[in-house]
């Protein structure tokens, strides 16, 4: 049976089951420009590496696994795969009448390597321009004598904000996420509505995704522009 005919098999096996939450669709956001060698890994190719890792990691994956993993819908994760089939990525085997394999081929093998290596590159190259955006502004409010800061976020990016905040002798007084999350960064995680407990001069806002609509809703809060700083 040839790879296509098994995507399509394994859709008619769950077509009664309950579909997978998340429909998100694999062509969303501005990020599916063609990147320059340094520029921001396209939504497909994401997309790919992310397919093309779930599938090497487990050689028993499902298609609806991988929907959940992708946080696709079912239907919309068989129309990928397909495509993946069509590029020579995937091939699929029955090994039961019911019961489908997914396998990276050596061309997706090397699709993967190619994408691990240009998001490594592309993660150093971002690492490097936000330390060094970060630094120039909280070098200009040491001058200011602003040296109480507090981090919004608890993900990778505040690490790497407190990173710089540690660097300069700054202070760090606070950290706020959306809701309580015990302890980051030897901080208790505040919502980020109790910001007027903790007396700061700077917040950082520690997110590469959507900064402008965080900005806006932080602005919304009562916490003045010219106190937030974002990492670029």
Same mark, same amino acid.
């Given at each position: ?7 399509? =098999? ?9 579909? @997978?939450?998340? @429909? ?33 990691? %487990? ?10 993993? =992708? ?98 002798? =700054? ?5 706020? %996420? ?20 903790? @007396? ?33």
């Amino acid at each position: 049976m040839r790879g296509q005919s098994c995507v399509h =098999l394994e859709e008619l096996n769950h077509h009664s089951m309950k579909p @997978a939450p998340a @429909a998100t669709d694999i062509h969303t956001t501005s990020g599916a420009q063609a990147p320059g060698r340094h520029g921001a890994p396209r939504v497909e190719d994401r997309r790919n590496l992310q397919a093309l890792a779930a599938i090497a990691e %487990d050689a028993q994956i499902t298609q609806r696994n991988l929907a959940n993993k =992708l946080g696709m819908a079912l239907g919309l994760t068989n129309i990928y795969l397909k495509r993946l089939v069509r590029k020579g990525y995937v091939k699929c085997v029955n090994v039961q009448s019911n019961r489908l394999r997914y396998l990276l081929t050596p061309t997706g093998i090397a699709e993967k390597t190619r994408l691990t290596f240009e998001f490594m590159e592309y993660s150093l190259v971002l690492y490097r321009q936000v330390r060094q955006h970060l630094r120039a502004v909280l070098q200009s409010a040491v001058h200011e004598n602003r040296r109480r800061i507090a981090i919004h976020g608890t993900g990778e990016a505040a690490e790497l904000a407190y990173l710089s905040v540690a660097e300069l002798g =700054l202070e760090l007084v606070g950290v706020f %996420d959306g809701v309580e999350a015990g302890q980051f960064l030897g901080q208790p995680v505040r919502p980020i509505e109790a910001h007027r407990s903790v @007396a700061f001069d700077l917040l950082v806002v520690a997110t590469l995704e959507r900064t402008e609509l965080v900005v806006a809703g932080l602005v919304e809060l009562g916490i003045e522009r010219d106190r937030l700083v974002t990492l670029r």
